[in-house]
């Protein structure tokens, strides 16, 4: 009789579960959820995460229970929060930890003002800079480290008429929903999977 009955690790067996708890990943995309804000620069995550759908063949579903739009693919969660842009941390914080994602494995998309039209910014890191959806999400997951590509919106003409609040919530003009495609482009190839 062989009394050797040492367990053997088998990885297969593993994967799934090492996958949940350790290499989950959560890109976000920041906006606001009534459909009067579709095209406007304050959904641009949305838009980002919307034409990353369009071009993957995946589809959004509802988890209201975590407060946001998702879809996943492979081992990565994307979401849209349904919550106004200022409250995104909550969902935020409600799929990181109902999925057990460290905060260097967010990768958030949201529009930026002071930054050129069509310019994007990656950081790994950093202050909310007046991004009421990023201070939001570092507020609600205790941290500010965890990576961002802003995506820029700005227009200093039309901001100068109509003041910063009006201006996030401000559709694109014709020439910049022109170019909008190539800065989709752009800001899907910053995603890395």
């Known amino acids: 009789m062989n009394d050797d009955i040492t367990p053997t690790f088998n990885p297969a067996a593993w994967r ?4 949940y708890n350790v290499f989950m990943k959560l890109i976000v995309g920041l906006g606001n959820p009534e459909n009067k804000y579709n095209f406007t620069r304050h959904n641009t995550g949305f838009l980002v995460l919307d034409y990353y759908f369009k071009v993957k063949g995946l589809s959004w ?5 975590l407060g946001a739009l998702w879809g996943r ?3 990565t969660i994307f979401i849209k929060p349904q919550e106004y842009y200022n409250e995104s941390g909550r969902a935020v914080a409600a799929y990181m930890h109902y999925y057990k994602i460290s905060a260097s494995d967010i990768l958030v998309i949201c529009d930026d003002f002071n930054l050129e039209f069509g310019k994007i910014r990656y950081r790994a890191s950093g202050s909310a ?3 009421n959806g990023l201070k939001s999400i570092i507020t609600s997951i205790g941290t500010e480290d965890f990576p961002r590509i802003r ?7 039309l ?3 109509t003041g910063d609040v009006d201006f996030v919530l401000s559709k694109f003009t014709a020439a910049e929903k022109e170019a909008l495609g ?7 190839s910053r995603i890395s999977l």
Do not use: F, H, Q, Y
């Open 16 to 19: 799934g579960i090492l996958c």
């Open 61 to 65: 579903s509802e988890k209201p229970r």
């Open 73 to 75: 693919e492979d081992d």
């Open 129 to 131: 800079g007046g991004n």
């Open 151 to 157: 995506v820029g919106t700005a227009n200093d003409e």
């Open 159 to 161: 901001r100068a008429r």
């Open 182 to 188: 190539e800065v989709l482009d752009e800001a899907i």
